[in-house]
């Protein structure tokens, strides 16, 4: 059973490839994007139960990833967040486990592990 992804990007490139990426290997269904955290988070806020799993970049076109992972801390048990950034420091992971973020992924090296998550969303939800 596919589940529901919110993609907040801000590279047209790499959202198109993520979009892509996540349905072909991921099973996951992108059900909207978002470049800037103005317009993440407004979207969240008008679609509270319309996603299992929302991805953040740190680095958005206006604002920041930080932003956004903030405006879901009164989601649903089953609803996940996590950070794909390229600005993977520990403080970085750090910081956005403190606001909330069920997972962090290094966009250039742990592709991996994020699909290794989403089979285990996807498997919860079955």
Same mark, same amino acid.
């Given at each position: 059973? %596919?589940?529901?992804?919110?993609?907040?990007?801000? &590279?047209? =490139?790499? $959202?198109?490839?993520?979009?892509?990426?996540?349905?072909?290997?991921?099973?996951?269904?992108?059900?909207?994007?978002? %470049? %800037?955290?103005? *317009?993440?988070?407004?979207?969240?806020?008008?679609?509270?139960?319309?996603?299992? =799993?929302?991805?953040?970049?740190?680095?958005? *076109?206006?604002?920041?990833g =930080?932003?956004?992972?903030?405006?879901?801390?009164?989601?649903?048990? %089953?609803?996940?967040?996590?950070?794909l950034s390229?600005?993977?420091? &520990?403080?970085? @992971?750090? @910081? &956005?486990?403190?606001?909330?973020?069920?997972?962090?992924?290094?966009? &250039?090296?742990?592709?991996d592990?994020?699909?290794?998550?989403? *089979?285990?969303? $996807?498997?919860a939800?079955?």
């Open positions: 059973m %596919s589940f529901k992804a919110y993609l907040v990007e801000d &590279s047209a =490139l790499i $959202r198109e490839n993520l979009v892509g990426f996540l349905h072909d290997v991921a099973d996951a269904d992108v059900v909207a994007c978002a %470049s %800037s955290e103005e *317009e993440a988070v407004r979207w969240l806020r008008q679609h509270r139960n319309d996603w299992d =799993l929302t991805i953040v970049d740190l680095f958005l *076109e206006r604002g920041n =930080l932003g956004v992972v903030r405006a879901c801390r009164d989601r649903m048990a %089953s609803q996940k967040v996590v950070v390229n600005y993977a420091t &520990s403080d970085m @992971r750090q @910081r &956005s486990a403190q606001l909330g973020a069920d997972a962090f992924f290094d966009k &250039s090296a742990e592709l592990q994020l699909v290794a998550y989403c *089979e285990t969303l $996807r498997h939800r079955d």
